[in-house]
């Protein structure tokens, strides 16, 4: 047996708090009523800006990844889609036209004239 034990009383009263369920009174309810409603306004309103800012980022991440596969692109077949000046020679009694790149000469497409292009006037 414990020492102090022997000289403790046999009864004793303490005070303390404990979490327990206690009733709201009816402003209470209304006043809790009316912070839930603002803070579920604030909820919708930092949702909304998430989504603004994720519409963001995959927007960004999406121009990325474009540029990534064009970059890759060209690296691994070591050419890439330019603008490149052409001459397009018309030859109006055979009904085609030949497609010349300008910067070496290679003939680049050999084409039906289009019956838009017979309705063009040639500058």
């Given at each position: 047996?414990?020492?102090?034990?022997a000289?403790?009383?046999?009864?004793?009263?303490?005070?303390?708090?404990?979490?327990l369920?206690?009733?709201?009174?009816?402003q209470?309810?209304?006043?809790k009523g009316?912070?839930l409603s603002r803070?579920l306004s604030?909820?919708?309103?930092?949702?909304?800006?998430?989504k603004?800012?994720?519409a963001?980022?995959?927007?960004q991440?999406?121009g990325i990844?474009?540029e990534?596969?064009?970059?890759?692109?060209?690296?691994?077949?070591?050419e890439?889609?330019r603008?490149?000046?052409?001459?397009?020679?018309?030859?109006?009694?055979l009904?085609?036209?030949?497609i010349t790149?300008e910067d070496d000469?290679?003939i680049?497409a050999t084409e039906r004239?289009t019956?838009a292009?017979r309705?063009e006037?040639l500058?």
């Amino acid at each position: 047996m414990d020492k102090n034990a022997a000289h403790l009383p046999d009864l004793q009263m303490k005070r303390g708090t404990r979490m327990l369920p206690v009733a709201l009174t009816k402003q209470e309810v209304h006043d809790k009523g009316k912070a839930l409603s603002r803070k579920l306004s604030e909820m919708r309103t930092l949702e909304n800006h998430k989504k603004e800012v994720m519409a963001n980022f995959n927007s960004q991440a999406k121009g990325i990844e474009a540029e990534v596969e064009i970059l890759s692109r060209a690296v691994e077949t070591g050419e890439e889609m330019r603008e490149v000046a052409v001459m397009i020679e018309y030859n109006w009694p055979l009904g085609h036209k030949v497609i010349t790149r300008e910067d070496d000469g290679t003939i680049i497409a050999t084409e039906r004239i289009t019956e838009a292009e017979r309705q063009e006037p040639l500058l």
